[in-house]
């Protein structure tokens, strides 16, 4: 009755993971949704343009303030020069933008290299352009360079790339997107990056593969607006791509959803002008928030993997139950503490690790915090 896209997807753990706290009376550390103010400036933003009747369908392309104002971002922060014109299309959300690059690059029975644990739309996405997951395991450590060799030696059309990562933080050095770009030539494999967390950082450096001479041509970037301006409801993203990749998207993107909304791209434009003082404290708020919740976390033996980027900690929840999705609902009836259980993010359902996400205002976190230790104080240990 129903098609076979629609049986292979399975709804969002991460979403199911946030109404625990209905049920529970659970603090959100599920979903990544800050529970914190978006800027000022930019909520002014949006109600000038409401107010000025920008309400009707925008360029499908996307505002071309918007697009001209990004080439400028890309340039300074990522050494990438793009053409506004032919190469910046603004999208409903990264997820829209993953997606248009999947739809563009894959055919059914395609083989796509996803980095596990990975963020937990990549699959479902995959599976509605019909292509074949190849999972590679990777935590925070340097990639081991002869096995990503093998499999790309097998065999790919393309390959996800998320720097800083969901949900382990970890930050794709150059060395190791150097040696990426160069499998990825000699094999004449695509590339999608996912950079939504790119300003989120507590050490390395984010580096943009777009950037490497021998990708220019074959790599779709992903971002957006919602992680780095706390507006997750916005969705706005954007890709980037070489003028024939980028023609491929906007082709599907124009019958998708049309346009991104067009009151709220004139907001954008004022966000790209914030001052580089802004991502400064981002990134010092976050590393503020980082250290709010994870010596608790280590104190109650879940050893958390201290994320190099994003807000997430990705943490072993054998502690409390033998398996993620039990320690979740564990944490969450006990504690009342709402995380999403590992297996959102990794093949099966028997994954023992869980995902905090710390996007919470400060005296979130400490209530937090102080509910960790009533209930480390009064647990018994796990079976």
């Known amino acids: 009755m129903f098609s076979q896209r629609a049986l292979a997807i399975k709804e969002s753990q991460i979403r199911e993971a946030s109404r625990y706290c209905d049920r529970y009376g659970a603090l959100n550390l599920a979903q990544g949704l800050p529970d914190f103010a978006a800027p000022l400036a930019l909520k002014e933003a949006a109600q000038r343009a409401i107010a000025a009747d920008w309400n009707q369908y925008a360029d499908p392309w996307g505002l ?19 053409n506004p014109d032919t190469e910046i299309t603004v999208c ?56 990503l060799a093998a499999v790309f030696a097998q065999g790919l059309k393309a390959v996800i790339v998320n720097t800083p990562s969901n949900p382990t933080g970890k930050v794709w050095s150059r060395e190791e997107l150097s040696w990426l770009a160069e499998l990825c030539d000699r094999h004449n494999v695509y590339a999608i990056t996912d950079e939504i967390y790119e300003h989120i950082l507590y050490s390395g450096e984010h580096h943009s593969l777009l950037a490497w001479p021998e990708m220019r041509e074959r790599t779709v970037l992903v971002n957006g607006f919602s992680k780095t301006f706390c507006v997750t409801g916005w969705r706005l993203g954007y890709t980037v791509a070489c003028p024939a990749l980028t023609a491929a998207m906007r082709r599907i993107h124009d019958f998708l ?20 003082e802004y991502f400064t404290e981002l990134a010092h708020q976050y590393r503020t928030k980082r250290t ?36 979740a609902e564990g944490l969450a009836r006990e504690a009342g503490l709402a995380v999403v259980p590992g297996a959102c993010f ?3 359902d028997r994954s023992p690790y869980i995902r905090f996400c710390f996007a919470k205002k400060d005296e979130t976190l400490l209530t937090a915090v102080d509910r960790l230790q009533e209930w480390q104080a009064t647990r018994r240990p796990a079976a």
């Open 64 to 82: 071309a303030a918007l697009r001209q104002g990004l080439a400028e971002k890309l340039q300074r922060d990522n050494g990438i020069a793009a």
């Open 92 to 147: 409903c959300g990264a997820t829209e933008g993953l997606n248009l690059a999947l739809m563009a690059l894959v055919d059914p029975g395609d083989r796509v290299l996803i980095f596990e644990p990975f963020y937990e739309n990549y699959v479902p996405n995959l599976a509605t352009v019909g292509g074949v997951p190849v999972f590679f395991p990777l935590d925070t450590a340097p990639i081991d360079r002869e096995r």
């Open 257 to 276: 959803t049309i346009c991104a909304p067009a009151p709220l791209q004139h907001a954008a434009v004022v966000a790209l002008a914030f001052g580089e």
């Open 292 to 327: 709010l919740l994870l010596p608790a976390l280590q104190k109650c033996g879940l050893n958390p993997v201290p994320p190099q980027g994003a807000y997430y900690i990705w943490a072993d929840g054998r502690a409390i139950a033998a398996d993620g999705a039990a320690a």
């Open 346 to 348: 990794t093949r099966g």
